[in-house]
Every structure is written in structure tokens, then in C-alpha cells.
């Protein structure tokens, strides 16, 4: 039976694509002759060679080239693995089907990262995630070249990393152009703050610019976080909880902060300098990562608090386990997040703008509780606030009447969406 021709193409053929390649002659070189290419030519990733040395795969003697370059191959499939790559893809001669698999691009994510291992680290996660697409070939590219399959979660991920770097650079919300995604009017950020149970000496003693207004709770006055703790925030955004929780566990505690959008870590680690000033504390520090695969080791910290971002993970079973992996013994979890008390309407769900604003991804309140029970968590309770999604509309936000206009008559948000308190434990 003839081996299957599958091309992986990017951009410049330097890293997503040569590891795939890679992997599929490694894993799969009875079944797929593997090529790779790209639009341009950008030499080889050395970060990527090396990465994929330590998995035991050599792709060193691998070299950029663009499709004319390989020669008139009838390929079965070409597999985009990257955006612009989807969007430029040239015509292919014969039956080549085309399909995306987006994986992140880890020279993008890094730019910002010295060499060492934190920019080593995120070539290890996109290369495990090229990994195991390979390991579904060749059965994988049947099921994802039929049009009625739905795809991706790194869609998920790259609509929601593209609106937070806006809001990043911006100093803005994911209310698009207004100011907050609690209103439009000034003060706003610290209003919503104040409405959810920060005090005003906390929020006086933040960096500016650390509240962006997108909180939805308070999840560090859940923890009750003590003196000498280590904490992790998901989706650090700004540093917003994070220096909230520095101050809280003190000297002798550390404050983490993981994010997957560059543009934010870069806004919260340049409020670092202004928070020891303010504190006398050098105890807190932010990570590039994805909180699906966060950046720590098992069982490394105490307690774990999330400010309205579980609900943007296109896999929220895996959070889920990875905050169980990551908790000590006897470690507790304290999240705020959206959640739903009953489905939305189709076309809410479809909204970019209520994905980055965290609505469209919410689930129903119980499936937050099954994911947290089969994560291995206990203790496991839930508290629904609908009166923070009240309080929002009544400032009349654009991206909130944008909602109301494709609920069904006499609705409101709060009949669906609500503020959901999570706390659980992990056993001793």
C-alpha cells in the first residue's frame, strides 16, 4: 500500500512545520512520507532543533524551502500550521486536501523572553502539542478534512490571545473600544473592583494600569491567603490579584502570575518595579504559559486563584487537572469565574466579542463542578453572584447591549450568565 503524502507548510519553514515534519518521520515513516515547507524562507529555529534533540528526534540536517523546492509531489494532504500559512496557502496540483491545525508560534511568543529555559519551555509545549497531532495520523486528517467537523481549540486560543494583546497595548478592555468591560464612563475599573469586594487600600497600593477592569470576583479574598504561601494566578493579565496577593503573603511567600498573552506579561512585569517601591516586597513574578500546560512543577504551590479566565480555555478539564497537579497537599482553590445557569442563544455563543469578553465560553454551573470532582478536588463549593452581571448592565456597556439584543424578549444577561465563586481542595 502506498505510504500517504502529507506537507506541513508555515510561514518561513523554520520551526512549527520542521518539527512536525520531524515527528511524523519519526513516529509515523511507515504510513507518511512527511515534507515541510513555507510562504518564505527563514533558515532553521536553532530553539526548535534543540528542543526536538531532547525528545531523541534530529531534524538538524532539516533545511527551509519553499514548495517549489521539493519538486512536483501529488500530495494526499497539505496541513497549515500556522495562520498566515492558512491564509497564503498556494494551489496544490492533483486531489490535495488542505487542512489547519494552528499551533502557536513559539518565536512570536518569546520575543520578549531571554534565551534560557522559560523560552525553552514554551518550544517543549508546542512541540509535545505537534507530538500528539502526529500521533492521530494518518486516521486524524480523515476526520479534520470533513467540512461538517468543527475545528480548532487553537482557534479558541488565538481569537482570545489576538483580543487581550489589544487590550494590553490599548490599556483597554474587552469592551473593544471602551475603556472597561465594566462601562464606558471614567473610574470605572476601580468602581467594578470596589462592587466585587476589593477595598480601597488595595487598590491604592496597585501599580497603575495593573487593574484593567477585568475581573468578575474576588478571588484573593477567597483564599485567605496567609503569611509565607506560595499563590498562582491564571491569567495574570496585568498583575492585577498577583500584587494584591504578594502583599498578603508577605516576605516570606511568593506571588505567581502565568499568562498566554505576551503583551501582558510584558505590562505585568513592568509593574514589578513600581509594586516593590510601593511594598518593599520582592516576592512576586509572572511565567509565559497556557493555563491548560502551566509552567511549574507538581505539587509547588499552595493555593491557586483565577480572576474570569477558566472560562476562555478551550479545555477546561485540562485547567482543571493542572491546578490539581500543581496544589501541595492540602492545597485550596479559589477562582471567580463566569458561568452559565442555563445555555445561551446560538448567536451570543457565535460572538468574537463575547468570547474575549469571557461569556461565550462559559459553561453551565455543574459542569464546572463535574470538571473540579474528576480533576480529583474536594471540598468542592459553589456560590453564584448574578448581581456583579446586573450591576454591569446598568452602566449600559456597548458590548453588553450587544447581548441583550439577541436575548430573547424581556430577558436580561443575569437569566443566564452568572458570577460564579468556586472553592475546593486538594486531598491531604
Not at 499563590?231 to 492585577?240: H, K, P
Not at 446560538?346 to 465560553?361: D, K
Not at 452602566?395 to 450568565?417: E, M, T
Request: glycine fraction near 10%; proline fraction near 7%.
Amino acid at each position: 500500500m502506498p505510504k500517504m503524502k502529507v506537507l506541513f507548510l508555515c510561514t518561513g519553514n523554520s520551526c512549527r512545520s520542521q518539527m512536525a515534519e520531524g515527528w511524523t518521520r519519526h513516529l509515523k515513516s511507515e504510513a507518511i512520507e512527511a515534507y515541510s515547507a513555507g510562504i518564505e524562507k527563514h533558515g532553521m529555529n536553532p530553539h526548535a532543533i534543540k528542543v526536538m534533540a531532547e525528545a531523541g528526534v534530529d531534524i538538524s540536517q532539516h533545511y527551509s524551502k519553499t514548495p517549489v523546492e521539493i519538486g512536483p509531489v501529488q500530495f494526499d494532504y497539505v496541513v497549515t500550521v500556522c495562520g498566515h500559512a492558512n491564509e497564503h496557502c498556494p494551489i496544490f496540483p492533483g486531489q490535495a486536501k488542505v487542512v489547519h491545525v494552528g499551533f502557536e508560534d513559539p518565536p512570536h511568543l518569546t520575543k520578549h523572553l531571554p534565551d534560557g529555559e522559560e523560552k525553552l519551555a514554551v518550544y517543549r509545549r508546542v512541540r509535545d502539542e505537534i507530538r500528539k497531532f502526529v500521533e492521530t495520523l494518518p486516521e486524524g486528517l480523515n476526520v479534520m478534512s470533513d467540512p461538517k467537523i468543527p475545528m480548532d481549540s487553537e482557534a479558541v486560543r488565538q481569537k482570545v490571545r489576538q483580543g487581550y494583546g489589544q487590550i494590553a497595548q490599548s490599556g483597554g478592555s474587552c469592551c473593544g473600544s471602551t475603556p472597561t468591560c465594566c462601562g464606558s464612563t471614567p473610574g470605572a475599573s476601580e468602581y467594578l473592583a470596589k462592587h466585587i469586594g476589593y477595598s480601597p487600600e488595595e487598590l491604592a497600593a496597585l501599580p497603575e494600569g495593573a487593574n484593567m477592569g477585568l475581573s468578575c470576583g474576588n478571588p484573593n479574598a477567597l483564599a485567605a491567603l496567609q503569611p509565607g504561601e506560595v499563590a498562582l494566578d491564571l491569567g495574570a493579565g496585568g498583575g492585577f490579584d498577583v500584587f494584591i496577593a504578594g502583599k498578603k503573603v508577605g516576605p516570606t511567600g511568593r506571588a505567581i502570575g502565568v499568562d498566554m498573552t505576551p503583551e501582558m506579561l510584558v505590562k505585568a512585569r513592568q509593574n514589578i518595579a513600581a509594586y516593590r517601591e510601593r511594598t518593599g516586597l520582592d516576592n512576586v513574578e509572572f511565567r509565559l504559559g497556557e493555563i491548560e500546560h502551566l509552567p511549574l512543577a507538581d505539587a509547588s504551590v499552595d493555593v491557586v486563584i483565577s480572576n474570569c479566565v477558566i472560562n476562555l480555555s478551550p479545555d477546561k478539564s485540562q485547567v482543571w487537572r493542572e491546578i490539581a497537579r500543581v496544589l501541595r497537599p492540602g492545597g485550596r482553590v479559589a477562582v471567580s469565574d463566569l458561568a452559565l445557569l442555563k445555555p445561551l442563544p446560538a448567536a451570543i455563543v457565535e460572538m468574537v466579542e463575547a468570547l474575549v469578553g469571557c461569556v461565550a465560553g462559559a459553561v453551565l454551573a455543574s459542569e464546572t463542578e463535574r470538571m473540579a470532582r474528576e480533576a480529583g478536588l474536594v471540598e468542592i463549593r459553589l456560590k453564584a453572584k448574578c448581581e456583579y452581571i446586573d450591576g454591569m448592565v446598568d452602566w449600559q456597556d456597548p458590548f453588553y447591549r450587544k447581548i441583550i439584543a439577541h436575548l430573547p424578549a424581556g430577558a436580561k444577561p443575569s437569566n443566564y450568565v452568572t458570577s460564579l465563586e468556586i472553592t475546593a481542595s486538594k486531598s491531604k
